[in-house]
């Protein structure tokens, strides 16, 4: 798989400050002030950086937590797992696997059939409508 690389420069030009922030320095947006936090159109959501698929709106749920949540990821090789021990926990953070973009960090205290939850920042997710026929 071949990965993206831009410089720090071109991300700061080609994405909004919260976006940056997020995806390029693992940020993390305020609970429950995402765009896509109370979003409920049919499409698939992508990485804000590369527009890799990431995730089906028909795999998101609302788990309360205040971020967008998902049982599953469309292709786990669109998706990598690293373990973070910041902030004094260990916890699963969860990048982009084509461009290394922060995109937020999975539990496993979701739904089945995968009982999985994956929390996602919506600052570093866009929205693709799925067509209508």
Known sequence: ????????????NILSPI???????AATEAPFSGKFCDHHEVGTYTCVCCNTPLFESDTKFDSGCGWPSYFRAINPDNVLEKIDRSHNMTRTEIL?????????????????????RYCINSASLKFEPKETL
Do not use: Q
Not at 1 to 12: N, V
Not at 19 to 25: A, C, G, I, M, S
């Open 1 to 12: 798989m071949k990965k993206l690389e831009k410089s720090d420069a071109e991300w700061r």
């Open 96 to 116: 982009c696997n084509i461009c290394d973009a922060h995109l937020g960090h999975s539990f496993p205290d979701g739904p089945p059939p995968t009982g999985i």
């Open 19 to 25: 976006e940056y922030e997020v995806t390029r320095h």
